[in-house]
């Protein structure tokens, strides 16, 4: 319990801050198109094969723009390298930039 006025006061200060920062904790991770535990054997291992990492860490280069990438449900899709669903902004070894139409 809190028993100072001082103590809530803090608190009650401090709340909005943690809200914040839970917010970005929660922004930067990836949309969850799957679960990564129910995978056939032969999609984790594809997805070992080729590198495959959740988060791209270069902007110009992840699944939404690979020509293997089709768009499911926003921020989802199926790439056909690695034979299942993937997130949009994910990458692997096999990355081929689609074709400007």
Known sequence: MIDTR???LTLVGLAPVALLAAGR???AEPTACYDPNKLPLRQKSRRRANDYVEQSSDP???C???SFFT???PGCGTCTILGGPVN???VCSSFAVKAKA
Do not use: D, W
């Open 88 to 90: 949009a902004g994910a």
């Open 71 to 73: 768009a499911a449900a």
């Open 6 to 8: 001082r103590s809530f």
């Open 25 to 27: 904790v929660s922004a």
């Open 60 to 62: 110009a280069k992840h």
């Open 64 to 66: 939404s723009l690979c």
